[in-house]
């Protein structure tokens, strides 16, 4: 069973920051883009960051750009999601996600494109 598990979600105070992780489990992901996405209460949920399979290829939107890094270690299985400088409009759900097309070499920037989700872990940034 392909499973995805957030963690390292909490409350921080704005300028702050915190790590995310996103541990698969159930089969390997060491050739999936994997990805990160949010929502806020009332919004529709965004992604906030891509990788390739390989880590050598990254997405950001604007809005999180210079703050957040995403980065991998496919020996362990494992995404990361590091937030630097963090907003109250940060609040949010954060998931993490995987596409389950290993033949892509890019990232991917389109929520329709990923098919396993974790459960969610909360962000709430402090103004």
């Known amino acids: 069973q392909v499973q995805l598990v957030e963690s390292g979600g909490g409350l921080v105070q704005a300028g702050g920051s915190l790590s995310l992780s996103c541990a698969a489990s159930?089969?390997?992901?060491?050739?999936?883009?994997m990805g990160w996405f949010r929502q806020a209460p009332g919004k529709e949920r965004e992604l906030v960051s891509a990788i390739n399979w390989n880590g050598r290829t990254t997405y950001y939107p604007n809005s999180v750009k210079g703050r957040f890094t995403i980065s991998r270690d496919n020996a362990k299985n494992t995404v990361y999601l590091q937030m630097n400088s963090l907003e109250a409009e940060d609040s949010a759900v954060y998931y993490c996600?995987?596409?389950?097309?290993?033949?892509?070499?890019?990232?991917?920037?389109?929520?329709?494109?990923?098919?396993?989700w974790g459960q969610g872990t909360q962000v709430t940034v402090s103004s």
């Open positions: 996600a995987a596409d389950a097309n290993i033949a892509k070499l890019w990232c991917s920037v389109k929520e329709s494109e990923y098919t396993y």
């Open positions: 159930g089969r390997p992901f060491n050739k999936n883009p």
